[in-house]
């Protein structure tokens, strides 16, 4: 069903169409005239997650892994089909490296306290870049204080582009781990992840890469880019919330002990002792979100559809257009993201707070995120209390960018008298 709608959104000439792709997003004919800017916090939803996942409630739904019943059967079967759609996404070695948790914040902290304390002791250093949303923060401060590590910060230029050198300058053989983001949630900038890993490989650290912002609009490949870790949340990638996946090499999940217990996650269990599954079964506990996994695999073959290379052909060229748009406006001052920049920009405007922004943009019935971001390091280096943030999907278009550039003349214009 999937497939079939959305070769349909082709404009005749194949080439890409987000107008027709918008017809794609019921939140559109509900809303009209929204400007929706803000896919960096949570993508739309199309119609074939939403019906998908009712029609999987209606048709196939039980609980997974456990029935000998057929209804548990085919239930499983679409959970597992999921999995290995994921897998091919990805492309993963084996589809036992694809591991449900509830986002990519969860799949974070699996990691920082499964691996984490399996890997590294008191002394050791993590490098992350200094871009990286709180998801990819905290869980290492947590982790940093409970283990006596050190927290190593590499620096972006003042061009917004990560400074390569000065990252080599910060590894030694004390560097356990690297986790950076693909893309910054707040200036759109694409870090150079595969020549991270290799620079980390060289020291023997290993590398998770926050993919939150890259998976939904871009070509990911995990053995070419030869990541150890790799994470993303459905809900940005125009699947469910609630739903998220952890991508770890086989041979490293299966170097990490369980992080959650309860059922689904054994072997067998006496009272003082417990044989647990391997990977990735050791690390999903409880019954998982079933629907929501089905309804991601749907969101995967939804930008499969359009096709990854296209969405990002597409968002690059829109990119470039709103950053020239909305910079040649009086008053206004781009956060700089770098020489690849993709789908995510952020600015100010000369004297008027980013909240004002954001309440004036969306009087105009354009919506935008204001803040930090969850970037407050991010906020502090730039000297900035907040930013306003404007995001693409695959439903934006030029006449959104326009839209958005007209709203701002008109804050501009009020908050000067
Ligand atoms: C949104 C986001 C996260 C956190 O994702 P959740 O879905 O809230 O778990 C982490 N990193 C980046 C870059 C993000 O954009």
Redesign the pocket.
Known sequence: MAGASLRSVEAPGGRFDPRRLRREFPIFERNPGLVFLDS???AQKPCSVIDGIAEFYRTDYANVHRGVYKLSGRSTDRFEAAREKTRAFLNAADEREIVFV???????NLVAQSWGPAHMRAGDEIVISDV?????IVPWQMLRDRLGLKLVVAPTDDTGEFDLAAFEALLSPRTRLVAV?H???VTGATLPVARIVELAHAVGAKVLV?G??AVPRMPVDVRALGCDFYVF?G??AYGPTGT?VLYGRYDLLESMPPWQGGGGMILNVEIDHTEFQEPPHRFEAGTPDIAGVVGLGLALDFIEGIGRDAIRDHEEALTGYAVDRVSRIPGVKMVPGGQRQLSVFSFNIDGVHPHDVGTVLDQHGVAVRVGHH?AQPLMEKLGLAGTVRASLGVYNDEADIDRLAEAIGACREMFQR
């Open positions: 960096g916090a949570s509830r986002g990519a914040t969860e799949a974070i990286e949303h709180h998801s990819n983001t893309i910054s949630n926050d939150c912002q949340s809900h940005k998220g969850c």
